[in-house]
């Protein structure tokens, strides 16, 4: 009882603990979309055309197991031609109509789903029943045709006759009640065990390093596989690691690849590993990191690959790999850091550093290893020790080396042992020879693999000439400073809010008018 009183003395956990409840609960008001589920699309068998504006089609619409809905998709054929009128959709319960939308048949696509939002999400009735109906009022053949399965989800009426074993090709998105439980109640515990935490005057490294593991577990288990940019591709970069080739064979020309077995891109039937069954994957993107950075990565598929042969299987291994070496250097930074841990911590828990360092992308190992390096040069300059031991600097040196080879970059992060004190690593020439030593090491082992790299550099993109796209921006820095900010100015918004996903966005020249997303060549101005 002692404890908690005291504990209600100290305004900063309360603080804390009132933005942690906001956070999480922005996250329920913001992130609702995120429990959005929509069913897998259905196999098309046979094609039921509107031939006169008297025809009708009801289709049974199969709830089970789902508690609300938020938009219906239907499977259109238009027969590649424009058509004329306007469909009616009905969304009815029971006898009552709750919803109804009007389209311009001219604005279908061939074979494509058309979706159908309802305004506010439809909380389903056990004992309703739920049907869609379409009506075209447009006269004659109109060559609009609604797509069927022969795998059917619910009772399908052409004209009041019903088409047995056979419904319209539909899908539903639904709100995933089951996963948003779960999380609210991940969510819940999270907060409960911190406040707890922070009663009991628990080490906030401690606190810090909970939250850190939950969050990754959390990430883990809500996304999904391939949902980092290039994951695909850096699954094949780590497998080949993880079997010996550091450095990816040129194959189809400049394009950095490998022989592979077919079930790792999903081409195969099977999701056993068959050595006898390989294709050309090619992925220059990533043939481009040198193999340490992928080195979490293909040491957990190394050790999967000696229990299974399932290709999943060994991808969650790469990530678990990847996460579990990247959580022990970011908890190793939070204990080392002398001062400042907060921010460190809310560096390594945004939402993008958390989703890369659980993937088997590259990136989250770079910001662990950055963060590690930051952490242990201040523990050493600010330690009570007079001067710094060999295994530290063994340690330091260690760190700028693969930082530097992660990325080009990221070299500059070991200029931070210049601010190592004189009197801890040696005074005069004897310390700034160790300290250019360290820094000059890193620089060569960065150029050597940017040598190497240089050859996977090929154009993505036709028309793009990336050299003369360097040379421009270099000879007309402060034009393209200007394009810069014009850009951020006005389509901030892009950056912030779109798919993250999406690899082009579009630059802003002087008479802020835009450019196309594929830049020509040197640069649009």
């Not at 906001?22 to 069913?39: C, G, L």
């Not at 790299?453 to 040379?471: A, C, H, N, R």
Request: glycine residues 6%; proline residues 4%.
């Amino acid at each position: 009882m002692k404890k908690i009183l005291t504990f209600l003395k100290h305004k900063e956990d309360l603080l804390y603990i009132a933005a942690l409840f906001v956070i999480i609960s922005a996250f329920f008001v913001h992130a609702e979309d995120a429990f959005e589920v929509t069913s897998e699309p259905m196999e098309m068998s046979e094609a039921i055309s509107f031939s006169d504006r008297t025809d009708e089609i009801v289709q049974e619409l199969k709830m089970d197991g789902i508690t609300s809905i938020t938009e219906i998709s239907i499977q259109f054929g238009t027969y590649e031609k424009t058509n004329q009128g306007t469909l009616h959709i009905h969304l009815f319960e029971n006898e009552r109509s709750i919803a109804k939308w009007q389209l311009d048949t001219a604005e279908l696509a061939d074979n494509a789903y058309h979706e159908f939002s309802l305004a506010e999400p439809l909380e389903i009735q056990k004992k309703s029943s739920y049907f869609i109906y379409l009506s075209d009022d447009f006269k004659g053949d109109n060559a609009v045709a609604l797509w069927t399965s022969s795998q059917p989800k619910g009772m399908c009426y052409h004209n009041g006759i019903p088409l047995n074993k056979t419904s319209v090709c539909y899908q539903l998105s639904y709100i995933d009640a089951k996963l948003r439980k779960k999380v609210l109640m991940i969510a819940l515990i999270i907060f409960l065990v911190i406040t707890a935490l922070l009663a009991l005057s628990i080490n906030e490294v401690l606190v810090m390093g909970t939250i850190f593991v939950t969050l990754g577990c959390v990430y883990m288990w809500l996304c999904p596989l391939y949902m980092a940019p290039d994951e695909e591709h850096h699954f094949f970069r780590a497998f080949e690691i993880s079997c010996g080739d550091l450095i990816s064979p040129q194959v189809l020309g400049n394009n950095g690849g490998n022989m592979l077995p077919s079930a790792l891109g999903g081409s195969s039937t099977s999701d056993t590993i068959d050595w006898d069954d390989t294709e050309c994957f090619v992925f220059s993107n990533v043939s481009l990191y040198a193999p340490v950075s992928y080195l979490p990565q293909a040491t957990g598929i190394k050790i999967a690959r000696f229990f299974t042969d399932s290709a999943s299987t060994i991808f969650y291994a790469g990530k678990w790999g990847n996460f579990l070496v990247n959580a022990f250097l970011c908890l190793s930074a939070l204990y080392l850091m002398p001062f400042c841990k907060r921010i460190l911590f809310m560096v390594m828990t945004f939402p993008m550093a958390m989703q890369e360092m659980i993937s088997l992308a590259p990136d989250g190992f770079t910001i662990s290893l950055s963060l590690a390096l930051t952490a242990y040069i201040f523990h050493v300059s600010y330690s009570r020790r007079d001067r710094i031991q060999k295994r530290e600097i063994a340690v330091i040196t260690a760190l700028c080396m693969t930082v530097s080879l992660c990325k080009v970059v990221y070299i500059v992060l070991a200029l931070l042992v210049f601010m190592i004190p004189e009197h801890k690593i040696g005074t005069g020439k004897k310390g700034l020879i160790l300290k250019f030593s360290i820094f000059g090491v890193s620089v060569i082992l960065n150029l050597i693999w940017l040598k190497i790299s240089s050859g996977y550099l090929i154009e993505f993109t036709p028309g793009v000439d990336s050299p003369k796209q360097v040379q421009y921006v270099l000879s007309h820095i402060g034009d393209f400073y200007g394009i810069v900010l014009r850009t951020l100015i006005e389509k901030g918004d892009f950056f912030l809010t779109d798919d993250v996903r999406q690899p082009y966005g579009r630059i802003v020249h002087r008479d802020h008018t835009e450019c196309m997303d594929r830049i020509p060549d040197p640069f649009c101005i």
